[in-house]
C-alpha cells in the first residue's frame, strides 16, 4: 500500500537586516520567469546581448565606501544559525565576524575582515570605481586569507599549504603548480603557476559570481596580468574568458550547484545595488553560453529558476529535463550538537566530504582540555587509555556514503612524565619555528660569527640535552657554539674537528624554568670563519603534556525512520527537528519545502 503525502508549498523571504541606504526592491519569486523573458529564444552572440542589457537593468553603484552597509543585506547568516545569527559569512577561511569587525590590520585568520575582489583590481587596471564595487564579485572575506590570495588566479592545485585558521579550519589552499584538469569533453587544460584554492563549497559560489561580473561588465578590459579573460566578449573568444577558465569555472558550476545562500545574496544584491544574476537565478544557463548546448537556441521552458519550489538548492542543476550535468547526489542527514546547541549543516548532507563541520569544536564538557581529534566510536568519559584518533580536521573525512558517526575527542590534563618533545632543525628539512639567519651551504648550514639560530618557545623546566651534528668552517681552529634562553648563558659545544661533521651533546644540569626561545649563536670565530651544521636538537623531556582522562564529544548522526511501506517518504529527526523527505524534497510537518 502506497502512502500519499499532500503539502501546501509557500516561499517566504525574510528579511534579517535593514539599511536605510538601500532602497531598491526584490522581484518576487514567481516574477523572476518574467524578469528574464527576454533573453528566451536567443542563441549565441543574440543571447550574449540580452542576458547583458537584463543584468545591467536596475543597476546602481553603491560604492566602495558603503560595501560594508550592503553585506548585511548579501553576506550574514539567518536568523536560524546557532551563534552566528547576523554576523558576516566569510567564503575564505569561514570564520563568523561582527559587522563591525573590518580592517585594519591583522596577525592572523580569523582577525578581521575586508573586501575582496574576486577578480583582482591589477586585472583592469585598479579604481574602486564601477567592476571595482560590483557585490558580484566584492565578497567580504577573512583578512589574512585574502592577502594570501594576492592577485593569483583561481586554480586546483596539487599539493599546497594548507592555511588554518584558529576558529574553523582550513582557510583554502595554494601552491607553485596548478593541477592538470580536464573538460566534460575530455580535453586536458594543463596547469602552471601559481594559484589560490578557495574551499569546495564556494567553488560555485565564486564561479557563478565571476561570470555575473564579466556579462554585465563586458565594456571592462580584464585582459592584465592574468590568463583568465580574453577581453573579446565574441563566440570564437568563449564570451571573455580563457579555455583554461571556461573548463575551471564550468567544473566549479556544475560540482557545487546554486545553495540557498547563493539565493539569499542574489536578493540582497538587487535590494542593495539593484541588479541580478543571471546564473543564480537560472544556473542551466551557463551551458547555453560556456556549456554543453553553447550556440544553441535557448528555451526557457527547458530551465528551471532557483526559485522555483521544485528547485533544490545545493542539488538541483536547474535542468527541467535529461541527465543533471553535476554529480549523482546521495542524501544523508548528518546533526552535531555541543552543549545542547544544534550545529546545522544545511538539513540533508550530500556525498561530499563534511567540511561544514567545525574543524575545532568546543568542549562539551567543562573538564576537558585540548581538541585530540575524531574517532568512529563513542568511549567512556573516564578512559585513561586515548582511543584511536582516525582524523585531526573535518576536511580528512571520508565522503559519506551511509549515516555515519564522528565523535571529537577531548583530552583532561593529568599528572606523570610525558615522551620527550623534540624540536629539530635540519640542513634539509627546516621545523616550524625557527629562525635562522645563517646561510645555506647545502649540506649544512653555516653561522657566521654573531649571526644566531634561534628556536621555538619551549618548557625550560624539561630541557634535558641539545644534540648538534657540527663542524667549523674556515680552517681547523677553536670555536663554540654557544646557546641562551633570553639573556640566560645556559651552555657552549666546543668544535675543533675541523672540515668533519661531528655529532656533539650537550646535557642539562642547570635549574631551568618557564617558557623560552634558546638563541644559538657561534663566538670565537675569527672573519670569514664561523660553525656549519647539519642538524641540531633540542630534547625537552617535560615539554609535552600527559592525559588521564578522554572524553567524547555529544555528536551524532540523524535519525532516519521510514514512513510508509513504499519507502519513498523518511521521516528524519534533524537537531532536534522532525521533517518530511519525500521524492528527494525535504518538507517541515507544516507541508513547506525546506532545504
Aim: with cysteine; aromatic share 12%.
Amino acid at each position: 500500500m502506497k502512502h500519499f503525502f499532500l503539502f501546501s508549498l509557500t516561499v517566504s523571504v525574510i528579511c534579517f537586516l535593514s539599511a536605510e541606504a538601500f532602497a531598491a526592491s526584490v522581484t518576487p519569486a514567481d516574477e523572476i520567469p518574467a524578469y528574464w523573458e527576454s533573453v528566451d529564444g536567443k542563441s549565441g552572440a543574440d543571447l550574449w546581448k540580452a542576458v547583458s542589457a537584463q543584468t545591467n537593468k536596475g543597476f546602481s553603484s553603491v560604492g566602495y565606501k558603503k560595501l560594508y552597509d550592503a553585506y548585511l543585506k548579501t553576506d550574514v547568516y539567518p536568523q536560524d544559525s546557532v551563534g552566528k545569527a547576523g554576523k558576516i559569512w566569510d567564503m575564505y577561511g569561514e570564520c563568523v565576524f561582527a559587522p563591525s569587525n573590518t580592517c585594519g590590520n591583522y596577525n592572523g585568520v580569523c582577525d578581521c575582515y575586508n573586501r575582496e575582489h574576486s577578480i583582482p583590481q591589477s586585472w583592469w587596471g585598479g579604481g574602486t570605481g564601477g567592476i571595482g564595487n560590483d557585490i558580484f564579485h566584492v565578497l567580504p572575506t577573512d583578512g589574512k586569507v585574502n592577502g594570501v590570495r594576492s592577485n593569483y588566479e583561481y586554480g586546483e592545485v596539487n599539493g599546497g599549504t594548507n592555511w588554518v585558521g584558529n576558529k574553523f579550519g582550513s582557510a583554502g589552499t595554494w601552491a607553485t603548480d596548478r593541477k592538470t584538469i580536464a573538460s566534460e569533453a575530455g580535453e586536458e587544460i594543463k596547469g602552471s603557476g601559481q594559484v589560490f584554492e578557495p574551499k569546495p563549497q564556494y567553488k560555485g559560489d565564486i564561479a557563478r559570481g565571476l561570470m555575473g561580473t564579466i556579462v554585465k561588465w563586458q565594456q571592462s578590459n580584464l585582459t592584465s596580468g592574468n590568463n583568465f579573460f580574453t577581453g573579446t566578449y565574441t563566440v570564437s573568444q568563449n564570451f571573455g574568458l580563457t579555455k583554461k577558465a571556461v573548463v575551471l569555472l564550468m567544473k566549479w558550476h556544475r560540482e557545487d550547484p546554486v545553495s540557498r545562500k547563493e539565493i539569499d545574496r542574489n536578493n540582497g544584491i538587487q535590494e542593495t545595488q539593484g541588479n541580478r544574476n543571471p546564473f543564480i537565478d537560472y544556473p542551466y544557463l551557463a551551458e547555453y553560453i560556456w556549456g554543453e548546448h553553447a550556440g544553441e537556441t535557448l528555451d526557457m521552458s527547458k530551465l528551471m529558476a532557483s526559485t522555483d519550489p521544485s528547485f533544490i538548492p545545493g542539488e538541483s542543476d536547474g535542468s527541467r529535463e535529461g541527465t543533471p550535468v553535476g554529480p549523482s547526489v546521495v542524501k544523508y542527514g548528518v546533526s552535531w550538537s555541543v552543549n545542547g546547541e544544534v550545529m546545522k549543516v544545511d538539513s540533508v548532507v550530500e556525498n561530499k566530504k563534511l567540511t561544514a563541520l567545525p574543524a575545532t569544536p568546543v568542549s562539551c564538557s567543562a573538564e576537558s582540555d585540548v581538541f585530540m581529534g575524531w574517532t568512529d566510536a563513542p568511549i567512556d568519559g573516564t578512559a585513561d587509555e586515548a582511543p584511536a584518533i582516525l582524523y585531526t580536521a573535518v576536511a580528512q573525512f571520508p565522503a559519506v556514503t551511509e549515516d555515519v558517526t564522528y565523535y571529537a575527542v577531548f583530552a583532561h590534563a593529568g599528572e606523570g612524565t610525558s615522551e620527550p618533545a623534540v624540536y629539530t632543525y635540519s640542513a634539509d628539512s627546516h621545523a616550524d619555528g625557527w629562525n635562522n639567519t645563517g646561510t645555506n651551504k647545502g649540506s649544512y648550514w653555516l653561522l657566521d660569527s654573531g649571526k644566531e639560530l634561534i628556536s621555538p618557545e619551549i618548557d625550560l623546566a624539561g630541557l634535558s640535552s641539545i644534540q648538534a651534528k657540527l663542524r667549523t668552517f674556515g680552517g681547523t681552529q677553536y670555536d663554540q657554539f654557544s646557546f641562551a634562553a633570553g639573556n640566560t648563558q645556559i651552555g657552549t659545544i666546543t668544535v675543533s674537528e675541523g672540515s668533519t661533521m661531528t655529532e656533539y651533546e650537550w646535557t642539562n644540569t642547570k635549574s631551568l624554568s618557564g617558557k623560552s626561545r634558546i638563541t644559538f649563536t657561534c663566538s670565537n670565530a675569527g672573519s670569514g670563519k664561523g660553525v656549519g651544521f647539519s642538524y641540531v636538537t633540542i630534547n625537552a623531556t617535560g615539554a609535552g603534556v600527559t592525559y588521564d582522562r578522554f572524553i567524547t564529544s555529544c555528536q551524532s548522526t540523524t535519525e532516519v525512520e521510514l514512513v510508509g511501506v513504499s519507502e519513498q517518504a523518511r521521516k528524519l529527526l534533524i537537531g532536534g527537528q522532525i521533517y518530511i523527505l519525500l521524492d528527494n524534497q525535504l518538507f517541515n510537518l507544516q507541508g513547506q519545502r525546506v532545504k
